[in-house]
């Protein structure tokens, strides 16, 4: 079997790599300059980042000829399930003419895999896209008619670090109940029942506050600053989504310099920090509660959870919950584009068809 490559756009720059079965051979990223700054450029010169992957292969000595497929990163698309989709044209043409929930450089992945596939001859993949959907019904609504809960999280991490977490207790993914906690710069906390993330908290609209998102909020004090003429439409949803968190309260969103702060005796900082963790904390105990206390492991993951002081304080409220604790921190992302193909690949795996 031959070489897999694996693409995951990202805003400020495209990450690639090459596995040889469950080994990464190289992994190289490749900047994007200030002409592909919005997903809009990206889309419509995709053809100058085609050409960047297929020249970082060949500097590497990797014929494109040999590849065995070619795997890109899922966006935010419609709702779907999880596993790995093979990329067909029914999916490029929604991604090419806009058909998706929100535009980010994500969204470009798994076009990137399909054109470079088309070319070689190859097969392309998408695994556990953005949008991966597996809510039960209970856990769509919101409180408010027409304005339901959105699937939107970290699924293809996220069910990465569950399978590694299967693994340690001698499980597989399908057989155990899981929480994992995705600590990022927006954090969401799911609850994975047997294989399925049937609820889970999204970063933009609930769950706790971040580095830089506000997470829930008292509804009737938005509405007051929603209507105080203080932002627009624009500024409040920056104001929600990138000015938040330990920005607002702490004037950073760098974790590392607030526990410093904190361990230096700021007591301001060691605050903020103990409430996100408190906050995270009660998002855990809430998923536990939607799997009816039967909680096999707590998995943390996310750049977040290299912090041992984050995740320490956490701990100590959610032990109770289960003795198994797991810490995978940072992201696993391009691991698991490559395992999800080489399930495939190798028969062990049904590939997707995206309609």
Do not use: W
Not at 212 to 218: E, K, M, N, V
């Amino acid at each position: 079997m031959g070489p897999i490559l694996v693409i995951n756009p990202g805003g400020s720059s495209t990450k690639i790599a090459l596995y040889d079965q469950d080994r990464c051979v190289f992994k190289r990223s490749i900047s994007h300059d200030k002409s592909l700054a919005t997903f809009e450029s990206l889309l419509a010169h995709r053809d100058r980042l085609e050409r960047a992957i297929v020249d970082a292969l060949e500097s590497e000595g990797v014929k494109p000829a040999s590849l065995e497929a070619v795997v890109g990163r899922g966006g935010a698309l419609k709702p779907l399930a999880s596993g790995t989709y093979r990329v067909n044209e029914a999916l490029a043409d929604d991604i090419k003419h806009g058909r998706f929930q929100a535009k980010h450089a994500s969204n470009l992945g798994s076009l990137l895999a399909y054109e470079i596939g088309e070319r070689l001859g190859k097969p392309a993949f998408m695994v556990d896209p953005v949008s991966v959907d597996e809510f039960v019904p209970e856990a769509r609504l919101s409180g408010l008619p027409g304005m339901d809960r959105r699937c939107l999280d970290h699924p293809l991490n996220s069910k990465m670090v569950a399978r590694k977490a299967a693994r340690e207790l001698g499980k597989a993914y399908q057989e155990i109940n899981l929480i994992v906690a995705h600590l990022g710069t927006g954090i969401t906390v799911g609850a994975h029942r047997r294989g399925q993330m049937i609820d889970v908290s999204n970063a933009n609209d609930g769950g706790p506050f971040s580095t830089q998102r506000t997470g829930a909020l008292p509804t009737t004090q938005v509405v007051d600053l929603c209507y105080s003429g203080k932002f627009t439409r624009d500024e409040m949803y920056l104001h929600l989504t990138t000015r938040g968190g330990l920005k607002a309260y702490l004037g950073t969103d760098d974790l590392p310099e607030a526990v410093k702060r904190a361990e230096a005796g700021d007591g301001e900082a060691g605050l903020v920090i103990r409430a996100m963790a408190y906050q995270i904390s009660k998002e855990i105990g809430a998923s536990a509660a939607c799997l009816r206390g039967e909680v096999d492991a707590i998995v943390f993951t996310g750049g977040m959870a290299h912090s041992a002081y984050l995740v320490d304080l956490v701990r100590d409220r959610v032990a109770f919950l289960t003795p198994n604790i797991f810490v995978y921190p940072g992201e696993h992302e391009m691991e698991a584009l490559a395992q999800g193909a080489l399930r495939v690949l190798k028969g062990e795996e049904q590939a997707r068809e995206y309609k």
